[in-house]
């Protein structure tokens, strides 16, 4: 159910609706939104009536909401959420580059692919510490280590830090650090590890999981945002196909299916989505033309030597390419892209 007030609604009028919900049991949630404020509820089980909102002061309106995921969903709010993460944002007129390495693996790892990132203009530095690889007996990340190393990088260049989040118990060591909370795809369904990233107020980026629907992601990042926290990216990477021939096939319908159904920016990520270092640059630009925010890319010093997911990172030298051919790709979507200096073509 969603609340429409008048436009002119006073504080106390969005109070006296919020208060209602409240009494009935539900939570409110505030949407503004330039032609209107509307009030979502969520906590319901059933259909909630009507009658209970349209006789109070300032409502317009009270139109159930036909879609599983409510307060996600472009039926609640029209305009597209801009994720901001300090002066940087995800989702606005800028396309965002998120990359780096896999895994953390060293200190002076880390420090040499930030401080290259940040010279070819990137904002978002990403790198697993707590690594959740489908073999027991494969390198796990640094752990907490791995989050020193990357905080330093932070510190030392500015750059905005995304790293995953692979569990409840781990989760205040990693938010400590990390600037954006990344769901990882084998952990888009831990129902308890979304509601208390909802608690938390940092962005999260929530990836696809192999075999989900894009129903059941957008049903994931609804458990965040029915607990409070609205800034949401999701992250095309690839699903599982019959092809064996990639490791994922990139499901570039996602993206403008999710911008239909969904304000949340969404970024897709070609290094998983392919598996092969040598397909990640033109599925990236294409990406972008599908009308992506933005991409996560692995680069790596020396992709041979990497301890998670070398085939599919790109070496920095061909990362420097992908940026170029994104500033030119950015005007013909009309969007920004963040220049070698750091600043911002239009
Ligand atoms: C990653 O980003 O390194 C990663 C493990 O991704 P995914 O969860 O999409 O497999
Ligand atoms: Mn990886």
Redesign the pocket.
């Known amino acids: 159910m969603l609340v429409v007030m008048r436009r002119e609604a006073t504080p106390t009028e969005i109070e006296a609706v919020k208060e209602k919900i409240r009494s009935l049991g539900f939570m409110p949630h505030e949407i503004p939104g330039v032609q209107r404020l509307a009030i979502g509820i969520t906590g319901n089980r059933g259909r909630v009536s009507a009658d209970h909102f349209l006789s109070l002061p300032g409502v317009v309106d009270a139109i159930p909401v036909s879609r599983p995921f409510k307060l996600v969903s472009r039926e609640v709010k029209a305009e597209d959420t801009v994720v901001r993460v300090g002066r940087d944002s995800i989702g606005g007129h800028d396309l965002a580059v998120v990359a780096g390495p ?2 953390v693996e060293s200190r002076s790892q880390i420090l040499e692919v930030a401080s290259m990132l940040k010279e070819m203009g990137v904002r978002f530095l ?1 790198g ?1 510490a707590f ?2 690889r489908s073999s027991p007996y494969s390198f796990q990340g640094l752990k907490l280590e791995g989050l020193e190393y990357l905080r330093e990088a932070a510190e030392k260049t500015g750059l905005h830090t995304v790293t ?1 989040v692979k569990d409840t118990e781990t989760l205040p060591a990693v938010a400590a650090v990390s600037d954006i909370l ?1 769901v ?3 952990n888009m369904y831990n129902f308890s590890l979304l509601e208390r990233l909802g608690e938390l107020r940092k962005p999260v980026l929530l ?1 696809r999981g192999f075999s989900a629907t894009l129903e059941e992601l957008l049903m994931s990042a609804e458990y965040i945002a029915s607990k409070g926290n609205y800034d949401i990216i999701l ?1 095309e ?1 690839g699903i599982r196909t019959f092809e064996t021939s990639t490791r994922n096939t990139l499901d570039l319908n996602a993206v403008p299916l999710t911008k239909k159904l969904s304000h949340l920016p969404i970024i897709v ?1 070609p290094s ?1 989505g392919t598996g092969a270092w040598d397909l990640v640059v033109p599925m990236a630009l294409a990406s972008i033309v599908a009308g992506a925010d933005g991409l ?1 890319i ?1 680069v790596h010093p020396h992709p041979d030597e990497a301890l ?2 070398g085939f599919q990172s790109l070496r920095p030298e061909k990362f420097r390419m992908l940026m170029d051919r994104l500033r030119e790709l950015a005007s013909f979507v009309q969007r920004g892209c963040p220049e070698e200096a750091g600043t911002v073509v239009q």
Request: proline share 5%; glycine share 10%; hydrophobic share 10%.
């Open positions: 896999c895994s990403r697993g690594k959740p995953e990344q990882g795809a084998r990836k992250c990477r990520d998983h996560m692995e998670s997911d």
